[in-house]
């Protein structure tokens, strides 16, 4: 029996990193929502982080309607469900467990939903022979089937609107001043090398801060509050709310407020190189046409250095700059690790253009994998 | 009920009331929640193969099998045939043997695993010691401790040979530790 027209889904996702969770299970719905009609309800266990970045949601409300998707506050495991209550496709993020009531109304459909496991997103090649491959349950009579997204036609690709890079290419020079100065950017800054920073907390940024202030270039660096704290407070010698700001050297730090979704996009879009981290803002810096820098999410027994090294051999096998400032950025050991960060940077900032022209070839090479809302309603489609 | 981190190829497990015997294992890093487990299996009752990947937490009913101490006789092609304390021979087909066949060798000891009466599978000891019989010397000045190679381990069939990834400091005719749970090497045994 085919999926019913339109087909209803439910995303459950469990906030841990910040704003990575929720920030791609967001986009996912409002994707599904809006460029394949899909009824979406997105289940999420911490409103709060939800609201930084969709300022419109009612963090008091058990469930709400936000841009023509269903949000219902998960608050627990606890609940009971009737097959009614389960949607035709239902997709568990990053492996959480969904609440047993609603796995026990799962199996009592007829037909059974589609039930996908939408796991992270690495380079690492084993992902291909696991992408789309069942899981049966162990005792109910129910397949879950693990989904990947990826970078190879063999995996379900990005995550991608498909107005995204027109809404790009319309964000032109005057937008992109007019964007930056309603967050405060001033001109002088807006001339300097323009970088974003965004990345977790152990992240050597004072490091970087003594490069970039030692360093030739004028640097504006504009980081969203909170982020860095520990380092930006010691730039600033104070609180670093948003809106503060200090020069020292060639280096302008800047503290910009926590943006909605679009805005950081035309953040990324109006940089000269993006500092990204965890996997949301790494895919949306790969759509931006800039050079990038990823601040991999950690993982026990340094898994992400593994992750790291897979993206970076798919990436830019020929450009040594960005791998050896990659690992350093990311405490991973690598075979020129007795240069130092500033030298690392030294030689990035040298590889500027071809990283620029390689950002634009990556973004070419990612749009021919298709995009993974569509790729992962086809799947489910082809389950029924 | 155990979970899949804790289950080993020759296990047997119950998936929807039906018991499957893993025949291999891939563990794969993944995102936050650990590992991901590719199981290559059998469905006990009526032989289909099927591929599955697990949550390193989803839990499994174990079946408890009768094993026995036997070790590895001969290859009876298409069958293997290994032997216990009193001389009883049992022969074990081929696809039942999973990653088992990578480290066979000649009076090798494991257990038997039978299930209604009949021998289906062995299990591997969780760590064996082999020794490589080719790898290429190392690369000079390539000393990162991520960087592995490939070396070819012993095996008493010489169509199943099997590598292993190894550090770069290991040679040929060295021995080495692999933890048959993994695949993967452990250590290299030096006086």
New interface residues.
């Given amino acids: 029996m085919p999926l019913p027209s339109p087909p209803r889904l439910a995303i459950f996702c469990k906030v841990v990193d910040n704003f990575g969770d929720i920030g791609i299970c967001w986009r996912l719905s409002r994707q599904l929502a809006r460029e394949h009609g899909v009824v979406v309800t997105l289940w999420v266990d911490d409103l709060h982080s939800f609201q930084r970045i969709c300022p419109q949601l009612d963090t008091a409300a058990p469930s709400q309607q936000v841009e023509g998707v269903f949000v219902r506050h998960w608050a627990g495991q606890e609940g009971v469900f009737t097959p009614a209550d389960v949607a035709d496709i239902v997709i568990e993020f990053f492996a959480v467990d969904i609440p047993p009531g609603y796995i026990d109304a799962m199996a009592g459909c007829d037909p059974k939903p589609v039930w996908l496991n939408l796991e992270g997103l690495t380079a690492e090649e084993w992902v291909e022979g696991c992408h789309r491959l069942p899981s049966m349950h162990p005792r109910l009579p129910l397949t879950k089937h693990f989904y990947f997204p990826g970078f190879t036609e063999n995996t379900g690709g990005l995550l991608r609107e498909g107005d995204l890079p027109e809404r790009r290419r319309a964000f032109d020079r005057d937008a992109s001043a007019a964007f930056l100065s309603g967050l405060g950017v001033t001109p002088a800054e807006q001339a300097a090398l323009k970088v974003s920073l965004f990345c977790y907390q152990h992240a050597p940024v004072s490091a970087l801060f003594d490069a970039w202030r030692d360093g030739a270039a004028q640097v504006a660096c504009l980081v969203p509050e909170g982020v860095a704290a520990k380092a930006v407070e010691a730039f600033l010698g104070g609180p670093g709310a948003a809106g503060s700001a200090a020069t020292r050297g060639a280096l302008t730090v800047r503290v910009l407020p926590f943006v909605p979704q679009p805005d950081y996009d035309r953040l990324l879009w109006s940089c000269d190189i993006n500092f990204v981290r965890g996997e949301d803002s790494f895919v949306r810096a790969q759509w931006a046409h800039k050079p990038f820098v990823w601040h991999i999410y950690p993982q026990d027994e340094n898994l992400h250095h593994k992750k790291l090294r897979a993206f970076l051999g798919r990436y830019c096998p020929d450009i040594g700059s960005l791998a050896d400032f990659s690992l350093r950025w990311n405490g991973a050991p690598d075979n020129n690790e007795n240069a130092s960060l500033a030298e690392c940077w030294m030689a990035l900032q040298g590889d500027m253009a071809l990283l620029a022209r390689r950002a634009v070839h990556w973004e070419k090479r990612m749009l021919e994998n298709g995009d993974l809302a569509a790729s992962l309603l086809d799947f489910a489609r082809s389950l029924r | 009920m155990k979970p899949a981190k804790e289950i080993r190829v020759g296990n047997i497990?119950?998936?929807?009331?039906k018991p499957f015997i893993v025949l291999r294992s891939?563990v794969?890093?993944?995102?936050?929640?650990?590992f991901?487990y590719?199981w290559k299996m059998k469905n006990l009752l009526t032989n289909a193969p099927?591929?599955?990947?697990?949550?390193g937490d989803?839990?499994?009913?174990v079946v408890v099998l009768d094993k026995k101490p036997v070790t590895y006789s001969y290859f009876a092609d298409p069958l293997y045939v290994f032997m216990d304390e009193e001389y009883n021979q049992y022969e074990i087909e081929e696809e039942n043997l999973g990653d088992a066949l990578n480290y066979l060798k000649d009076g090798m000891e494991c257990e038997a695993v039978f299930y209604d009466g009949k021998a289906i599978s062995v299990e591997l000891p969780t760590t064996i010691t082999r020794q490589i019989v080719y790898s290429e010397p190392a690369v000079k000045g390539n000393t990162?401790?991520?960087v592995l190679k490939e070396a070819r381990i012993e095996n008493a069939i010489e169509s199943k040979q099997h590598t292993v990834q190894v550090p770069l400091f290991v040679s040929q005719d060295d021995m080495i530790e692999i933890d048959t749970r993994t695949n993967e090497y452990k250590r290299v045994i030096r006086n």
């Fill in positions: 497990i119950m998936v929807d009331a891939d794969n890093g993944s995102s936050r929640t650990g991901t590719k099927l591929e599955n990947v697990f949550r989803d839990k499994f009913d990162s401790g991520n």
